[in-house]
């Protein structure tokens, strides 16, 4: 496989999680925000920082239209000029898909399509006025039918396995996110906003129910935490993302094959895969949950520079500066920022890990 289509398939599976992720941010924040009687800036505030967005929104629209909860949704649904919004991700995941079309599966291209088509036509628009929350859901729908499509009628091959390392990495920098900025903000909350709060988060990594069957009903801020970090069994935690990426790379770039680039991004992967595994419950203390989630977000980062750096051919640039903010730390907003860049446009690509060399 050559690296501009190893790229793609990877960002395809980046996009394709970011989408699904923000439309249920922003769902369940909505039911947040209707039911839990909270000031609309502290419903809405966390959503603009987790997607690393706050400063953009704050210079165009000023600071009193975080007291606007349709601007902050309309922004992170359709503005065009916000690459994190639902309807950018949407675009950019199409545009993967349709350049590796003898890869994605007919199926999956098609899911794709119309989701994209949804999104860009009147009803898509129509259902987003007229019934908020039944086009959160249409658009998780999508994403998701898409990505089982994949796995269902794909050869599992090396497009699948980088597409699923795409998935992976953002499904856990997601969540390392999400759970960096709410318990930096939730510190000092009363306990009914705290208990609502962390309730909203699990809803929005989808894991209410697998939480209360472990729990079995008691909420609680450490709980909720330690079940979205450590939970080897849950889908979207940081645990189970981070060693199913690992094994990915593995399968993509054989520890054995040393011949095959991309050493330095599998190394970095396996030392946070198990240093991860390796985290007790006291990592979600108060005193060490920032660290912890900063550095699963920082490496994940970095493990996506070192990936574009070996195998993409992408040049290294320098990290774009973060933007100091009184709710999160500033490492959450500087990682979000990262979105595709094209690889070289040298026609003739060099061959990704997985790949034989073409005289071989």
């Given amino acids: 496989m050559i690296s501009r289509v190893a790229e793609n398939c990877f960002w395809l599976g980046r996009y394709l999680e970011r989408a699904e992720s923000t439309a249920r941010v922003l769902g369940v924040t909505h039911n947040l925000a209707l039911d839990a009687e909270l000031p609309p800036e502290q419903c809405w505030r966390p959503v603009l920082i987790t997607a690393g ?49 003898d890869v994605v599966s007919l199926d999956a291209w098609e899911a794709i399509n119309d989701l994209y088509l949804y999104l860009r036509g009147e009803r898509g628009r129509a259902d987003w006025v007229d019934h908020r929350q039944g086009f959160y859901t249409r658009v998780r729908s999508g994403t998701q039918l898409a990505l089982g499509l994949m796995r269902s009628t794909m050869l599992h091959d090396l497009g699948l396995d980088f597409i699923w390392l795409g998935v992976m990495l953002e499904r856990a920098a997601q969540t390392a996110r999400l759970l960096d900025v709410h318990h930096h903000a939730l510190a000092g909350a009363p306990g009914a906003v705290e208990s609502a709060v962390w309730l909203t988060i699990l809803r929005a990594c989808s894991g209410f129910e697998p939480f209360m069957k472990r729990a079995r009903g008691q909420v ?15 889908p979207r935690s940081i645990r189970y993302c981070v060693h199913a990426a690992n094994s990915r790379l593995n399968a993509i770039r054989p520890p054995e094959r040393t011949e095959f680039p991309g050493a330095e991004t599998a190394a970095r992967l396996r ?22 989630l900063t550095r699963v977000v920082d490496e ?22 973060a933007t100091a903010v009184t709710v999160a730390p500033p490492a959450v907003a500087a990682a979000q920022s990262q979105t595709q860049t094209q690889s070289s446009s040298d026609p003739t690509p060099s061959p990704a890990a997985g790949s034989e060399s073409p005289q071989g």
């Fill in 271 to 292: 030392a946070l895969d198990a240093w991860v595994a390796n985290l007790g419950a006291d990592a979600m203390d108060a005193g060490r949950a920032h660290d912890v």
């Fill in 220 to 234: 609680g801020g450490r709980a909720v935490a330690g079940f979205l970090l450590l939970e080897a069994q849950f």
């Fill in 53 to 101: 967005e706050e400063p953009s929104f704050l210079e165009r629209f000023g600071a009193d239209a975080l007291e606007d909860p349709a601007q902050v949704e309309a922004y992170m649904t359709w503005d065009d000029a916000n690459l994190s919004s639902v309807v950018c991700s949407a675009r950019a995941l199409r545009e993967n898909a349709r350049s590796i079309r």
């Fill in 300 to 321: 994940i980062a970095g493990v996506c520079m070192e990936l574009g750096r070996e195998l993409f051919g992408v040049a290294e640039t320098s990290a774009p500066a």
